[in-house]
């Protein structure tokens, strides 16, 4: 019953990009949000199976992609597919970002340094001191939730 009823909201999806030592790494990821206005704060939670959640541990900041509607085969890389052993940015446009960091061609983003992480259980949370932004993506619906169930995980939940 519990996963029926949290299962259902239809929130926005995102794509976190990360970098540590020279690795670039990134995922699909449901649970994020804006979390605070002034200062602004977001914060994105990674599931702690991901190739990303690793490489994130390790990192001083993130870059969060707000996915559009039009975007699903973006997302489909992206949560298919696993950093461990598939190289997702040989295979999507981007270019480097704030920090270091793969900025994906086409998205709306923000960055941010990781102020602090949490547990959250399967996922860690990684709260975001906002930094930079860019807008590369014209205005219309966000990817929800509900868009991309037909997305097999690359780590089994």
């Given amino acids: 019953m ?3 009823a949290i299962g259902w909201p ?3 999806m995102t794509i976190v990009t990360t970098a540590h030592g020279g690795e670039f790494s990134g995922c699909l990821v449901g649970f994020g949000t804006q979390c605070s206005i002034h200062p602004p704060r977001w914060l994105a939670c990674i599931s702690k199976r991901n190739h990303t ?3 994130a541990a390790l990192a001083q900041a993130l870059v969060v992609h707000l996915l559009h509607a039009d975007q699903h085969d973006l997302a489909a890389l992206f949560g298919h597919e696993t950093g461990d052993v598939t190289d997702k940015f040989a295979r999507c446009s981007w270019r480097e970002g704030p ?3 793969p900025v ?3 998205c709306n983003w923000v960055a941010g340094r990781i102020i602090e992480r949490f547990d959250l259980g399967d996922h860690g ?3 975001l001191e906002l930094t930079d932004a ?3 993506h014209d205005d219309g619906p966000q990817l929800g939730f509900q868009e991309v169930h037909d997305i097999q995980a690359g780590h089994p939940p």
């Fill in 2 to 4: 519990i996963e029926r």
């Fill in 10 to 12: 239809d929130y926005p």
């Fill in 53 to 55: 959640y690793r490489v």
């Fill in 99 to 101: 920090y270091g960091i």
């Fill in 104 to 106: 994906l061609a086409g």
């Fill in 125 to 127: 949370g990684h709260l």
């Fill in 134 to 136: 860019g807008r590369e």
